[in-house]
């Protein structure tokens, strides 16, 4: 199985930053995609970024100039980092991945189990 564990959730005022940390365990041969999804209360969990493997990122609109994702793939781990962050920020983010395990055939989607991120007006 493979375990997706986030941290860097926390409290900040409006246009503050905060670094997210999602590090992925397992016997993992490979991960093709490493994103972030976030679910403001009463809402549905939407996607904020994904960062492919070759290098390749995509944004939500909402985010675009202020979120920046990373990858260190050596240690299969994925990083969100928010700046000008604004109280529409505010809600659980989730990392997901595209997980090959070894011996596998094919990928498989993991969750973490979220971590909060509130911003202040």
């Known amino acids: 199985q493979v375990q997706l564990v986030e941290s860097g959730g926390g409290l900040v005022q409006a246009g503050g930053s905060l670094r997210l940390s999602c590090a992925a365990s397992?016997?993992?041969?490979?991960?093709?995609?490493m994103g972030w999804y976030r679910q403001a209360p009463g809402k549905q969990r939407d996607w904020v970024a994904f960062h492919y493997s070759g290098g390749t990122t995509n944004y939500a609109d909402p985010v675009k100039g202020r979120f920046t994702i990373s990858r260190d793939n050596a240690n299969n781990t994925a990083y969100l980092q928010m700046n000008s962050l604004k109280p529409e920020d505010t809600g659980v983010y989730y990392c997901n991945a595209n997980v090959r395990l070894m011996g596998a055939l094919r990928s498989l989607e993991y969750w973490g189990q979220g971590t909060q991120v509130t911003v202040s007006s």
């Open positions: 397992g016997r993992i041969s490979s991960i093709s995609l």
